[in-house]
């Protein structure tokens, strides 16, 4: 009697364990892309990353672009998505995607995005000529913005992206992304990137695997390094004290690649860290594991 008893319970402790098991499959199928820790966070507004299920099938030839751009396409779950970045200038309303799929008829997939405010902020930079540049200043203005753009647009897509990403210095984040900016109150282009302060020759760290695409001394972003993570995923180290690395070099996550510095426009040393998707500068948050 107390053998069959044990063998009961015993019998019931294993049906209510596959129960268990089972429900727990069934809400894990069902989770949002998002939750992924393959895929950014998404956010359908300015400055986010909007995420699109393209297909259920990993054979799938898929190509997209939006506005002209090449549209990152990355594989999830046995599925494919778009990552889709958007520009702090876009329009609030409905967006299309052009997709094309095993080269057939083009199909147009579309979102909307919603309105996000950001902050302000009021800086006082002393040295003046980072305010208002002289004539000389803008001839070095004008070629670093050429070689930024190019570096912003890289695309390969025969590099995987690795997502997500680990913060690339620990310290004080002052400057989030998207900040409306004033320097000696005069109005400039919006944030592009996070601010994290932390104290000059602090080592900073590739964030995901990657190639040196560009490495620079730029007017207002002093020494920089970008890194091409694939599919038209790039990321920009701004104002470092020394650079460790020098194009065609190709990082792992965790690699050093310079240290923190003060160079180029600051008010005191930290990294200026930037994403950049289709072209786009968009939040480096959303591309962060949770918890940094």
């Known amino acids: 009697m107390f053998f069959k008893r044990g063998f009961n319970m015993f019998f019931n402790l294993i049906r209510f364990l596959l129960f268990f098991l089972v429900v727990n499959l069934s809400y894990g199928a069902n989770l949002t892309p998002n939750s992924s820790t393959n895929l950014p966070v998404n956010l359908s507004s300015p400055g986010g990353v909007r995420i699109m299920l393209l297909s259920d099938n990993l054979n799938d030839k898929i190509s997209a672009n939006f506005y002209g751009k ?11 998505y778009a990552l889709i970045g958007l520009p702090l200038k876009i329009k609030i309303g409905s967006h299309f995607i052009n997709v094309y799929i ?6 147009k997939k579309w979102f909307k995005v919603v309105y996000k405010k950001y902050k ?6 002393k040295n003046k000529k980072f305010v208002n540049p002289g004539k000389m200043d803008y001839k070095k203005i004008t070629e670093d913005s050429k070689a930024i753009a190019v570096a912003k647009k890289h695309y390969d897509k ?3 992206p690795n997502i997500p990403f680990s913060i690339p210095v620990k310290g004080i984040k002052t400057g989030s992304f998207g900040l409306r900016r004033f320097f000696n109150k005069q109005p400039r282009s919006p944030h592009g990137g996070m601010d994290i302060a932390a104290p000059a020759g602090t080592p900073i760290k590739a964030p995901s695997a990657g190639k040196i695409i560009e490495v620079g001394n730029y007017f207002f972003s002093g020494n920089c390094v970008f890194i091409n993570h694939g599919q038209g995923l790039v990321s920009f180290y701004a104002h470092m004290s ?8 190709v990082v792992k996550q ?3 690649i310079g240290q923190v510095g003060k160079t180029g426009r600051v008010t005191g040393a ?18 962060l594991k949770t918890g940094d």
């Open 120 to 125: 302000t902020q009021y800086i006082t930079i």
């Open 242 to 249: 020394k650079i460790d690395v020098k194009v065609g070099d």
């Open 102 to 107: 095993n080269n057939k008829k083009r199909v």
């Open 158 to 160: 025969d590099v995987v």
């Open 270 to 287: 930290h990294l200026h860290w930037s994403i950049g998707l289709n072209g786009t500068w968009v939040d480096p948050q959303l591309f």
């Open 70 to 80: 090449t549209v990152t396409i990355v594989k999830n779950n046995n599925k494919q």
């Open 254 to 256: 965790g690699d050093i």
